[in-house]
């Protein structure tokens, strides 16, 4: 891989500078409100909201769509969306409707009976994905954790596999890293993980399949817990043939195949399980099929189901009570409102055919400043999300990944960006497009971009 050498350190040491002086005079009310939250730990709601580059971060006055106004009065282009949660964009018109319906003129967000939603999104689940059986949660990481579960009921197995660098959200099994001889690591930064991961976790390398069968030929394995992509190191597309001999591996090897699409569902209507013809055992989804309710699910194979109810069937295992999987909010009226308009009405297979090409249209305008400006980085695209390296060829590992990461060159392009008017992900440089994103929002993207880009050129 090239390294950045490309790139004069002290020029972009002083565009950092500036920029980050441009957005702290273009807004003073956030910055008052940021110092002013004294009651809050890290001085945000959710202690994630300080990733923003700036130190501290925007205030958000409303959404609507594709555009965010916050507390100083300036309104952006947001390619952020919740970091795919409001992958609907921002209050789509049929989840406002059915939400208000449900809450307001029915009445009733969580009664602990179901609606008929539930059938009607579970069946809707089943035609994107395939899965025949669903249950509910309020996030993807729960669904995680729940589905993780079973899993280890339906085996009779300890440890999942994952990958370095992945992203399940915080399930405690998956903050790990492959380390020597074989060995599990736990991932820098991980806040006290209630035991050594060794004990609950095997680690493989993305695109490695070698490492992956040498992890699961230790027999202990119940599921390889994976994206299609990684998603939150930046884009890491799978090789070919590596989907393929994952599933292969689980077979022979009797592990279970769990797919998290809660990122790559981004991919298209069915996400990448449809667009590539995966087969998974157990599938796990959340953030964006609620239009920004919480919400999330997970489905299973007839065969996953019958093995865990064969335990639940013998008094094993208790998955109606006191087993440790469900919560009193999940499968609630009004997620359920919320995730039948979304998916019925606004992330339909027309919408995902115009943020596809969208994202088609994002990634060539980068490519030609990157051309033009002789950058050695790189941009890969996943359906409707985009997302551009500071390094080439692309990273093919989250390894690799982790490894070209670069703290001011992140920084610089997010404030730059931010400066003229455009959000980005917080967590990387990932754009996504929402159904109400338009081609003169890419465009405009375009035009920051290269300036960005010229400025560091000199």
Known sequence: MTDMTAVDRRRLADLLAAAQAAYAAANPRSQELYAGASNLFGRVPMTWMNKWSGGFPLYLDHARGARITDVDGHTY?????????????????????????????????????????????????????????????????????????????????????????????????????????????????????????????????????????????????????????????????PEPGFMAGLRELATRYGALLMIDETHTFSAGWGGATTAWGLEPDIFVIGKSIGGGIPCGAYGLSDEVAGAVTRHTSSGEA??????????????????????????GEVLTPEAFERMIALATRFTEGVEASLAEFELPWSIAQLGARAEYRFVSPAPRTGEEAAAAADDELDAYMHLAMCNRGILMTPFHNMALMCPDTTAEDVDRHTAAFREAVAALRG
């Open 77 to 237: 282009v947001d390619f952020a969306l919740g970091d795919t949660a409001a992958m609907a964009g921002h209050s789509p018109e049929a989840t406002i409707k059915a939400v208000a319906t449900r809450y307001a003129d029915q009445g009733g967000a969580t009664t602990m009976l179901p609606t008929a939603d539930a059938q009607w999104v579970g069946a809707e689940l089943t035609a994107r994905f395939g899965m025949p059986l669903w249950s509910f949660s309020l996030s993807a990481t729960d669904a995680n954790r729940w589905a993780i579960r079973l899993a280890r009921l339906a085996t009779g197995r300890p440890k999942i596999l994952v990958f370095g660098y992945s992203y399940h959200g915080s399930v405690d099994e998956a903050f790990a890293l492959a380390g020597p001889d074989g060995s599990t690591v736990s991932r820098p930064g991980n806040v006290a993980p209630p035991v050594p991961v060794d004990l609950t976790t095997r680690a493989a390398v993305w695109n490695d399949l070698a490492s992956v069968e040498a992890a699961l030929q230790h027999g202990d394995v119940a599921a390889i817990l994976t994206e299609p992509a990684l998603t939150n190191i930046g884009i890491v597309l």
């Open 318 to 343: 208790d998955i109606i009570d006191v087993g440790g999987v469900g919560g009193t909010l999940a499968g609630n009226a009004l997620s359920l409102a919320a995730m039948r308009a979304t998916l």
